[in-house]
């Protein structure tokens, strides 16, 4: 089973940048899909960005597009969430999970780090 832990959220100005990171531990297969969501006060998780432990393309949220970026380290089993020109939408509680069925379905959330962007 794999075990996940956030870190790196914070307070910061619009404009600012923050990079999550997301220490994975447990065996992780190559297939296994990690993902970052984000949760804002009052709605549902969002997924924002997906990127398979193998490499190939990752996958971004129209809304973060071109202002993410979401890489792994696989020797040291973490997955970053760079994450520039915040706005104060990006506010929330970002957390990462992964796909092992490859079918889109997400467990072993972490628990969360808090991002707070002010205007």
């Known amino acids: 089973q794999v075990q996940l832990i956030e870190s790196g959220g914070g307070l910061v100005q619009a404009g600012d940048s923050l990079r999550l990171s997301c220490a994975a531990s447990g065996h992780i297969f190559s297939s296994y899909v990690l993902g970052w969501f984000r949760q804002a006060p009052g709605k549902d998780s969002d997924l924002v960005s997906t990127i398979r432990w193998s490499g190939g393309s990752p996958w971004y949220a129209e809304p973060v597009k071109g202002r993410f970026t979401i890489s792994r380290d696989n020797a040291k089993n973490l997955v970053y969430l760079q994450m520039n020109s915040l706005k104060p939408e990006d506010t929330g509680v970002y957390s990462c999970?992964?796909?092992?069925?490859?079918?889109?379905?997400?467990?072993?959330w972490g628990q969360g780090t808090q991002v707070t962007v002010s205007s």
């Open positions: 999970a992964v796909d092992t069925s490859g079918r889109g379905v997400f467990g072993s």
